[in-house]
């Protein structure tokens, strides 16, 4: 295991913002891990775990502990040949998450299809309970392996340990910073259906005669999440971003009622589908499209993603400062017209 000092996290970030680390290292052993957590504790340096950097702002002062980078790789299946069975995949938490999806196409599994296209690693997948286009890592992880720190000892956790939820999971709630994903075991299907619950798929798709396989959804995911911006597609500055920056909110029924009416108000209908109507859940985007913030707006070198109204971009040369004070000024914006605090999705580090 090799520290390095002083490294600059922004070339390790996808909104490409914020200082260094104080010290730097990047593991591919569980031993390794381990070890570092060690020189970490011994010296009472802060801890920050970083997979691919897809979710995060670092601040423009850096993160003054240790960073360890997991970069544990090794994809590995428990599989039978007979169709319509369950493969376990045991994923190592620095692989990369679309390579992941590719294999699991490949092999024709089912289970991850639809969140082909999302950028990060494996690790950094049940943290957030990554979702896109009616799926969930949740549906399919059958537990993480993690180290704990607060027990020093290798753990497994069964999903119902991980506590899943919408975007979140014990992870980043009740237990955040206490353990380091070492790898994910997923349970998917050979040869299943994909999972093609949303309009943006049935529009896509339209012209067909025969359902789609697994591989022309996960082309299909990609190619429409590269039409929003949502794709690392090198070139497209509409994708230096840290992905969605809100959360669709989840209002109490007298919540959405109020803004039901303030809607009404203004000649306006709140959009509804299914995944929305379910909890009272409400599109962050139209929310923050209906208080002035549009596409392509620009504040300095900070602004809004000219695909998508969600996704805050570095325009270039912008700092974490600049991204901080776009994100107020659109959930002040919001909060005045519609009564409603944005909660944002990327994680603040070193602020
Ligand atoms: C263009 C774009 C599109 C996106 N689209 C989606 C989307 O459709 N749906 C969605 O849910 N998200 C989306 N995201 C957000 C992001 O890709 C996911 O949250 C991703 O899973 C983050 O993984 P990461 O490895 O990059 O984690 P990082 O950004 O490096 O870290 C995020 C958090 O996870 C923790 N973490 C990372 N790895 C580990 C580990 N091994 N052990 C413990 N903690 C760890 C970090 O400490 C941090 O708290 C998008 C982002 C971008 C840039």
Not at 88 to 98: C, H
Not at 229 to 237: E, I, K, R, S
Not at 244 to 270: C, M, T, W, Y
Not at 294 to 320: E, F, Q, T, V, W
Request: aromatic content about 8%; overall charge neutral.
């Amino acid at each position: 295991m090799t520290i390095q000092e002083n490294v600059p996290l922004a070339p390790l970030t996808t909104l490409q913002v914020g200082g260094a680390a104080r010290y730097f290292a990047e593991l591919r052993r569980e031993d390794e891990v381990r070890e570092a957590a060690q020189f970490a504790k011994t010296r009472d340096l802060p801890l920050f775990v970083l997979g691919g950097g897809s979710n995060l702002v670092v601040a423009d002062s850096g993160w003054p502990g240790l960073v360890l980078r997991i970069a544990i790789g090794g994809i590995t299946t428990q599989t039978t040949d007979a169709p319509g069975i369950a493969v376990l995949f045991s994923v190592g938490a620095g692989v990369n998450w679309d390579d992941f999806v590719a294999q699991a196409v490949v092999q024709n599994c089912a289970g991850v299809e639809c969140l082909s296209g999302i950028p990060g690693s494996v690790g950094g997948t049940p943290v957030q309970n990554v979702g896109a286009y009616g799926q969930e890592v949740s549906d399919t992880i059958e537990s993480v392996r993690a180290l704990d720190l607060k027990e020093d000892r290798i753990v497994v956790l069964p999903k119902p340990a991980c506590g899943f939820r919408y975007r979140a999971s014990i992870f980043n709630t009740t237990e955040r910073g206490r353990y380091i994903i070492l790898r994910v075991n997923f349970r998917l299907k050979r040869g299943g259906a994909p999972s093609l619950k949303y309009a943006d798929f049935q529009k896509y798709f339209a012209e067909r005669k025969t359902p789609p396989s697994l591989a022309e959804t996960r082309e299909a995911v990609r190619e429409i999440r590269r039409s929003k911006g949502m794709l690392l597609v090198p070139g497209d500055d509409d994708c230096l971003s840290a992905g969605s920056f809100f959360k669709n909110p989840v209002l109490s029924e007298e919540q959405f009622k109020d803004l039901a009416e303030r809607a009404e108000s203004r000649g306006l209908e709140i959009p509804s589908y299914p995944a929305l109507d379910a909890q009272r859940k409400v599109s962050a985007a139209w929310v923050v499209e209906h208080s002035g913030f549009s596409k392509g707006y620009a504040m300095g070198p900070a602004g809004i993603s000219h695909k998508h109204a969600l996704a805050l971009i570095n325009r270039g040369d912008a700092k974490a400062s600049d991204i901080v004070g776009l994100k107020d000024e659109i959930q002040h914006g919001v909060q005045e017209a519609w009564g409603i605090l944005l909660e944002p999705e990327p994680v603040f580090v070193g602020f």
